[in-house]
């Protein structure tokens, strides 16, 4: 099991940048695939992007590629979302996930938190 803290969430202008942290503590943290959610008021929870920990390939949301970046520091047990050129349409609640691939599909099996990002345009 992994405990995960989202962190760096916070107000931006349209057009800005912000960069997300999910600090994981466990020590198997460098064996699970990770993701990155996120759930705006009155929407459902949509998948942003993941990283795979066996080959390190990410994926993206059509909606971000190109402007977020997903990566991961093991010897930190940190997840990063770096997110460019942010719009009004990605104020949403971020939280971070940790699965193991199963038959193609990552299974999420612990969540953190959640961070606010707040883009005003």
């Known amino acids: 099991q992994v405990q995960l803290v989202e962190s760096g969430g916070g107000l931006v202008q349209a057009g800005g940048s912000l960069r997300l942290s999910c600090a994981a503590s466990?020590?198997?943290?460098?064996?699970?695939?990770m993701g990155w959610f996120r759930q705006a008021p009155g929407k459902e929870r949509e998948f942003v992007a993941a990283?795979?920990?066996?080959?390190?390939?990410?994926y993206y949301a059509d909606s971000v590629k190109g402007r977020f970046t997903i990566s991961r520091d093991n010897a930190k047990n940190t997840l990063y979302l770096q997110m460019n050129s942010l719009k009004a349409e990605d104020t949403a609640v971020y939280y971070c996930?940790?699965?193991?691939?199963?038959?193609?599909?990552?299974?999420?099996?612990?969540w953190g938190q959640g961070t606010q990002v707040t883009v005003s345009s």
């Open positions: 466990g020590r198997t943290f460098s064996s699970y695939d």
């Open positions: 996930a940790a699965g193991r691939t199963v038959l193609s599909k990552i299974e999420y099996d612990y």
């Open positions: 990283i795979i920990w066996s080959n390190g390939r990410t």
